[in-house]
């Protein structure tokens, strides 16, 4: 079978859309298997600040790249690459539809467009000085490194996400154009699958309301004792794993930076942000149909619609 005969869905979102939820109940209906295409969810023994689907709530449904990487590990798009192409292999093995089911657009479009990132490269003298700058004069001023060589990657993405800045100033000084540009064109390659493309949003007070409750409840289900588990194993804000929204705020809170709640109110007000640059993402796939979940009666209409655009 050639690849543009192969059947490929993809639920996208921000956070807290409800897309995991949906996507296990698409699975049994259409014979699918789930590639989780979150950044956060490949990492072991994170699993209350990623939201992670639990053993139950998949149903028996395979997923595959999550709990695939140590904390420690510096997992990046060439991993999730290498993993997600063996992941659809198998599921086509098995005759089944993979559903690549998240909210990091660049690792959909890593499978999507069939992105080969082998050759990319990456430099490792660069990388170690853009480190050492962060570390030395703070976030803010990496990020502001962004602002005159590329204003796209600038806007988009957040100071904190030190890996992706690194990523866009290395990426520029190697290639002499900003990783934007070349983003863009990649997203303008045309995929080999036969995909359907679905975007969970809702309206913002909504989604944002939803986002707050969702923090409020991760807090009671343990996510500080998650995070000092996880210092306690010696990781930093300095790991990538750490980095994640939450993690990175209660590492503050931990290193007696500020207090608990100051902690909680700021991974609401960065999560709220994040869910913007999401949909900003996803706004710039041309074949993405966005469904306002609001326009729905509730989510298995909005499942219903989904199988009735399907091939």
Same mark, same amino acid.
């Given at each position: 079978?050639?690849? +543009? +005969?192969?059947? &490929?869905?993809?639920?996208?979102?921000?956070?807290?859309?409800?897309?995991?939820?949906? =996507?296990?109940?698409?699975?049994?209906?259409?014979?699918?298997?789930?590639?989780?295409?979150? =950044?956060?969810?490949? @990492?072991?023994? &994170?699993?209350?600040?990623?939201?992670?689907?639990?053993?139950?709530?998949?149903?028996?449904?395979?997923? *595959?790249?999550?709990?695939?990487?140590?904390?420690?590990?510096?997992?990046?798009?060439?991993?999730?690459?290498?993993?997600?192409?063996?992941?659809?292999?198998?599921?086509?093995?098995?005759?089944?539809?993979?559903?690549?089911?998240?909210?990091?657009?660049? @690792?959909?479009?890593?499978?999507?467009?069939?992105? /080969?990132?082998?050759?990319?490269? +990456?430099? /490792? #003298?660069?990388?170690?000085?853009?480190? %050492?700058?962060? %570390?030395?004069?703070?976030?803010?001023?990496?990020?502001? #490194?962004?602002?005159?060589? /590329?204003?796209?990657?600038?806007?988009?993405?957040?100071?904190?996400?030190?890996?992706?800045?690194?990523?866009?100033?290395?990426? *520029? %000084?190697?290639?002499?154009?900003?990783?934007? #540009?070349?983003?863009?064109?990649?997203?303008?390659?045309?995929?080999? *699958?036969?995909?359907?493309?679905?975007?969970?949003?809702? %309206?913002? $007070?909504?989604?944002?309301?939803?986002?707050?409750?969702?923090?409020?409840?991760?807090?009671?289900?343990?996510?500080?004792? $998650?995070?000092?588990?996880? @210092?306690? $194993?010696?990781?930093?804000?300095?790991?990538? =794993? &750490?980095?994640?929204?939450?993690?990175?705020?209660?590492?503050?809170?931990?290193?007696?930076?500020?207090?608990?709640? $100051?902690?909680?109110?700021?991974? #609401?007000?960065?999560?709220?942000?994040?869910?913007?640059?999401?949909?900003? !993402?996803?706004?710039?796939?041309?074949?993405?149909?966005?469904?306002?979940?609001?326009?729905?009666?509730?989510?298995?209409?909005?499942?219903? *619609?989904?199988?009735?655009?399907? !091939?």
């Amino acid at each position: 079978m050639s690849k +543009n +005969n192969k059947k &490929m869905l993809i639920i996208g979102g921000p956070t807290g859309a409800g897309k995991s939820a949906i =996507s296990v109940e698409l699975a049994k209906e259409i014979g699918g298997e789930i590639i989780s295409c979150d =950044s956060m969810q490949v @990492y072991k023994r &994170m699993n209350i600040g990623t939201a992670k689907i639990s053993k139950e709530e998949m149903q028996g449904i395979p997923h *595959y790249l999550i709990d695939v990487a140590e904390p420690s590990e510096a997992f990046d798009v060439h991993s999730f690459s290498v993993l997600g192409h063996e992941a659809l292999s198998k599921i086509y093995q098995n005759n089944h539809i993979p559903i690549l089911v998240g909210g990091t657009g660049f @690792y959909i479009q890593a499978l999507l467009y069939d992105i /080969d990132f082998t050759d990319e490269g +990456n430099d /490792d #003298k660069i990388r170690e000085d853009l480190r %050492e700058f962060a %570390e030395k004069y703070g976030n803010h001023a990496l990020h502001e #490194k962004l602002q005159d060589i /590329d204003p796209v990657s600038y806007e988009t993405i957040h100071e904190n996400n030190v890996k992706r800045v690194i990523r866009a100033i290395e990426y *520029y %000084e190697k290639n002499h154009e900003p990783i934007s #540009k070349h983003n863009e064109e990649e997203r303008g390659r045309t995929s080999p *699958y036969d995909f359907r493309f679905f975007v969970l949003t809702d %309206e913002r $007070e909504k989604l944002y309301s939803n986002i707050e409750r969702r923090i409020d409840k991760m807090m009671d289900d343990g996510l500080l004792a $998650e995070v000092q588990a996880l @210092y306690d $194993e010696g990781l930093r804000q300095t790991d990538v =794993s &750490m980095q994640g929204l939450s993690y990175r705020q209660l590492i503050d809170y931990i290193e007696g930076k500020c207090t608990l709640d $100051e902690a909680v109110a700021r991974i #609401k007000l960065e999560t709220r942000h994040y869910a913007k640059r999401q949909l900003t !993402w996803f706004r710039r796939e041309p074949d993405a149909v966005f469904i306002n979940k609001s326009d729905f009666t509730d989510m298995n209409a909005i499942q219903q *619609y989904i199988l009735n655009n399907l !091939w």
